[in-house]
């Protein structure tokens, strides 16, 4: 792929799906410029402005975020997309009471999924591998616990 057209993906997904490109974004490439915020989109930046749920749906990630506002301080919006600031509750929860050590920054990377692959452990069906792998069981065991977490709505 060539680089404008890297830099121009990679704006567009940080700027947000929603997003509507201006009509001058899709010209030629002599007429587009790469924006300079695109080389810090492709070095890594992106996983944490996306949204992350883990196989759960909407219904079942709103019933995440309201025991996240009940039990470990999480004041966004309810709107059942598990973001950066669901995932920074998390973390703080996790650090807390599951051993997770790394940063506060809203990226569900391999430290966090590990720390909640032993919450899930603990109380919530999983059975597998503390690996840090959001894998089949991780997501079982997380709509498991979305769904226990129903009564906090």
Do not use: E
């Amino acid at each position: 792929m060539k680089k404008w057209m890297k830099a121009l993906v990679a704006t567009a997904v940080v700027v947000g799906s929603a997003s509507v490109l201006p009509a001058t974004a899709l010209a030629a490439p002599a007429v587009v410029a790469a924006p300079a915020s695109a080389q810090s989109a492709q070095s890594g930046d992106v996983g944490v402005l996306a949204v992350v749920n883990l196989g759960l749906s909407t219904t079942q990630a709103k019933y995440v975020q309201c025991w996240l506002a009940d039990y470990w301080n999480y004041t966004d919006g309810i709107d059942g997309q598990l973001g950066t600031n669901s995932w920074k509750a998390f973390q703080r929860g996790l650090k807390a009471y599951w051993g997770y050590t790394d940063s506060i920054d809203g990226d569900p990377g391999p430290n966090t999924i590990k720390a909640l692959q032993r919450l899930l452990k603990a109380d919530y069906g999983y059975t597998g591998a503390i690996d840090g792998d959001p894998g089949s069981g991780t997501q079982a065991a997380f709509k498991r616990f979305a769904n226990t977490s129903s009564g906090h709505c």
